[in-house]
């Protein structure tokens, strides 16, 4: 047995949230949204496309933001990215806490906190 890779990493969000999300990770991060099965596009959320992977915001009932667990996407040009999160009246977080590497967090609109790292 072996592990390939990761194929997707699944945050939560509240039902109603997708034009939001749409907004930050498609029109604010560039991440292309994916059309989701039919059988699983009734139960809201939205798909993303980050290179080889897929992000997946599913709807949660008793939603609650991730403070901890997050996705880090891996970005060209860290500064390029920064300024459009800081354009859209999103917070840029820096953190210098590991040497030779340059990243920050923001959240995405519904609080769950997102890593942006230098590629």
Known sequence: MSVLG???VQIACPAG???ALRGFYSGVLGLPEIPKP?????RGGAWFR??????HCGVEADFRPALKAHPCLLVEDIEAVATAVGAADGE???DETIPGIRRFHTDDPVGNRVEVQQA
């Open 50 to 55: 980050a290179g080889s992977h897929e992000l």
């Open 92 to 94: 840029v977080r820096w």
């Open 6 to 8: 990761l194929h997707h």
């Open 38 to 42: 039919a059988v699983l596009a009734a």
């Open 17 to 19: 949230s997708e034009d």
